[in-house]
């Protein structure tokens, strides 16, 4: 009995772990190796949700929509009229009458004409505040910069190779990239970070070798580094064999590959074919290499906004998306207290109950 519970227990334990697991590579999923600022958000807060919810209907609902949204829930949830808040959320559904506060918050762009406008229909925003965050919905909508080998003509530092526009470009103004050119050792940023390509170039032929590597049960090993590529090609070549398959099959091996091309045409053979195989797996790869990253972003040209305008604007914007992935979480901690308290009056009567029933046995 008690090797079942300890079984039990055990199980319980490892799908736990398994669970903060996944949840932590999900996390790591959605921000995808960038590091993103804190949104600093407070759903609680009703005058920034009803701002958010005036900048998400002008500048967002004409081609994302909150399919799981309705106005007059947003309107009892931060304490305003359906009147109040059809000023402020002001749609028109295909008639061209404006939309009711009890209807699904639609998008105004048909999903037929957008999947054939831009390649693919813009998405549903109802859920994107749970499935990304607010961190990286924050960091996305400040992240926008000038790319003119992009379709909009710009690009995100958070989502590479976005396919929408910058919908807020008015209001933040343009940005251009800044670029550094890091020094990377196996693949890993070393110390050294320059600002010109020259610098960085120099620094790589100081720095860089060429490395045998050999392939085996284990993964990846050096064999060797040398200063020149023709000194490592020259080892490679020499530590080479070759081998004649037939049918997939090995009949034969050879120190070189010229050796190997004899064999097979000394040694001829009707409705089949021989093929010529390198036996040794090695491989020659440089140490290390200069990659070219965005350092940071410079405004160019001012919007409409000052930058601390603009935040506060993109702000109140992530705090309006987040509560309309969970709208319950604006009482979800009221219900966890009293559902503790409830629990605690419970154990209170539970545990004198069981004193009476157990007092004749003890």
């Keep these: 009995m008690r090797e079942s519970k300890m079984k039990s227990i055990v199980k319980m334990l490892s799908a736990g772990v398994m669970t903060s697991f996944l949840v932590a590579s999900v996390a790591n999923a959605n921000s995808g190796g960038v590091h993103l600022d804190p949104a600093n958000i407070d759903v609680h807060n009703k005058t920034s949700l009803l701002r958010g919810a005036k900048n998400f209907a002008n500048y967002c609902q004409g081609c994302h929509s909150l399919k799981f949204s309705r106005a007059n829930r947003i309107a009892a949830d931060t304490g305003v009229s359906d009147d109040q808040i059809k000023a402020i959320i002001f749609t028109r559904d295909d008639e061209n009458e404006p939309v009711k506060p009890g209807a699904l918050m639609k998008s105004a762009i048909p999903q037929k004409d957008a999947a054939k406008w831009f390649g693919t229909a813009p998405p549903d925003l109802s859920l994107v505040g749970r499935s990304r965050g607010g961190d990286w919905i924050y960091n996305y909508l400040k992240s926008f910069y000038s790319d003119n080998s992009r379709p909009f003509g710009v690009n995100n530092t958070v989502f590479n190779n976005v396919g929408m526009p910058h919908v807020l470009l008015d209001l933040q103004g343009v940005q251009d990239p800044v670029y550094r ?57 020499a530590n080479t064999t070759y081998k004649v398959l037939l049918d997939k099959k090995e009949v034969a091996s050879f120190e070189t590959k010229e050796e190997a091309d004899k064999y097979v045409d000394a ?96």
């Design 267 to 362: 040694n001829p053979v009707n409705g089949a074919k021989y093929k010529v195989v390198p036996k040794s797996a090695y491989s020659v790869k440089e140490s290390h290499k200069v990659e070219k990253v965005i350092d940071h972003l410079e405004l160019v040209k001012p919007g409409k906004q000052s930058p601390a305008e603009y935040e506060q604007t993109i702000r109140d914007l992530t705090n309006f998306l987040v509560y309309v992935s969970e709208p319950a979480q604006l009482n979800r901690s009221k219900y966890g207290v009293f559902t503790l308290i409830f629990l605690f009056i419970f154990f209170i009567f539970a545990y004198f109950l069981k004193k009476e029933y157990w007092k004749d046995v003890h």
């Design 181 to 237: 050119y890091d020094l990377l050792h196996h693949g890993h940023a070393v110390e050294a970070s320059f600002k010109s390509e020259e610098e960085a170039k120099k620094a790589l032929e100081e720095e860089r070798k060429f490395e045998v590597v050999k392939l085996d049960l284990f993964g990846e090993s050096i064999v060797g580094a040398y200063d020149t590529e023709k000194e490592a090609a020259d080892f490679v070549e």
